[in-house]
C-alpha cells in the first residue's frame, strides 16, 4: 500500500567503500544489509560494480546510492539459474498450506484453521483455493502448476485464539470446501527502500530486476 506520512530518514549505519565491491560485489552487498542495524543507510560509493548474482533486502535498510549515473550496478546473473531476481525483497513464508476447517463465506472476518502453532499477530495471512476445473481448464494447456491456485485474498492477522485466527479485513468471496481452501502464514518485509541508484540487467534470459514476495 505504501507509506501513509512522510518517507522516513533512517541513519546511515555503514558506507561500502569502491575497493570493497571489485571482487564479489553481491557477497558483499548483502552480508553489508544482513549485519545493518535496522532502520539504517547502508550507502553505496560513486562507481560502476559488476555483480554475477542477486542479494535480498531486509527490513527497514535503506540501499542508497551516489546518483542515478554515479553508481551503478551491472547484473549478470544468467550462469547461475538459483537467482532470477537481481535485488529480493522477499518477506519469510512460515508454513505450507493448512487447511481451513470452517465454512469460508463473503464478509468472514475470521478462520478457523487447522494448525496454528506459527500464527502470530501481524503475520501475512495468504487464503486460496484450487480452481474450479468447469471454469478455468476448458483448455487443457491451462492448467499449470503456478496458476492452480488462482483465486486468492492477502490479510494480516489481527490475533489468535485457539485455532481461529482474526482477520484484518472480511473475506471478499465465497470459497467452496470441495475447492480445498487452505492459508500459509508468513512475515512480511517492510519498509525497505531503494534510492539514488542505476541499475542495468545485462542477461539474455528472463530476469526480474526488482522481485517483490510476501511485501
Given at each position: 500500500p505504501g507509506l501513509s506520512g512522510p518517507i522516513p530518514s533512517p541513519p546511515v549505519v555503514r558506507e561500502i567503500r569502491a575497493e570493497e565491491l571489485k571482487e564479489n560485489a553481491a557477497k558483499v552487498i548483502g552480508e553489508a544489509i544482513k549485519k545493518a542495524k535496522s532502520p539504517g543507510v547502508v550507502m553505496l560509493p560513486k562507481g560502476t560494480f559488476?555483480?554475477?548474482?542477486g542479494f535480498r533486502m531486509k527490513s527497514g535498510i535503506v540501499l542508497r546510492g551516489q546518483g542515478?549515473?554515479?553508481?551503478?550496478?551491472?547484473?549478470?546473473?544468467?550462469?547461475?539459474?538459483?537467482?532470477?531476481?537481481?535485488?529480493?525483497?522477499?518477506?519469510?513464508?512460515?508454513?505450507k498450506e493448512i487447511k481451513v476447517t470452517s465454512q469460508v463465506k463473503a464478509g468472514a472476518t475470521s478462520l478457523t484453521v487447522a494448525d496454528?502453532?506459527?500464527?502470530?499477530?501481524?503475520?501475512?495471512?495468504?487464503?486460496?483455493?484450487?480452481?474450479?476445473?468447469?471454469?478455468?481448464?476448458?483448455?487443457?494447456?491451462?492448467?499449470?502448476?503456478?496458476?492452480?491456485?488462482?483465486?486468492?485474498?492477502?490479510f494480516v492477522v489481527k490475533s489468535v485464539s485457539g485455532n481461529?485466527?482474526?482477520?484484518?479485513?472480511?473475506?471478499?468471496l465465497d470459497y467452496r470446501s470441495d475447492l480445498?481452501?487452505?492459508?500459509?502464514?508468513?512475515?512480511?518485509?517492510?519498509?525497505?527502500?531503494?534510492?539514488?541508484?542505476?541499475?542495468?540487467?545485462?542477461?539474455?534470459?528472463?530476469?526480474?530486476?526488482?522481485?517483490?514476495?510476501?511485501?
Open positions: 559488476p555483480l554475477k548474482q542515478p549515473f554515479e553508481t551503478v550496478l551491472n547484473f549478470t546473473i544468467d550462469a547461475d539459474p538459483k537467482f532470477r531476481n537481481c535485488i529480493r525483497i522477499f518477506g519469510d513464508l512460515k508454513t496454528v502453532s506459527k500464527a502470530k499477530p501481524g503475520m501475512l495471512v495468504d487464503l486460496s483455493c484450487e480452481n474450479d476445473p468447469k471454469l478455468l481448464y476448458t483448455k487443457s494447456k491451462w492448467d499449470v502448476k503456478w496458476a492452480r491456485r488462482a483465486i486468492g485474498q492477502v481461529t485466527i482474526e482477520l484484518d479485513a472480511p473475506v471478499r480445498n481452501p487452505c492459508v500459509t502464514f508468513s512475515d512480511p518485509i517492510s519498509n525497505v527502500g531503494l534510492e539514488n541508484f542505476g541499475m542495468r540487467l545485462l542477461d539474455r534470459r528472463e530476469i526480474v530486476n526488482i522481485g517483490f514476495k510476501r511485501a
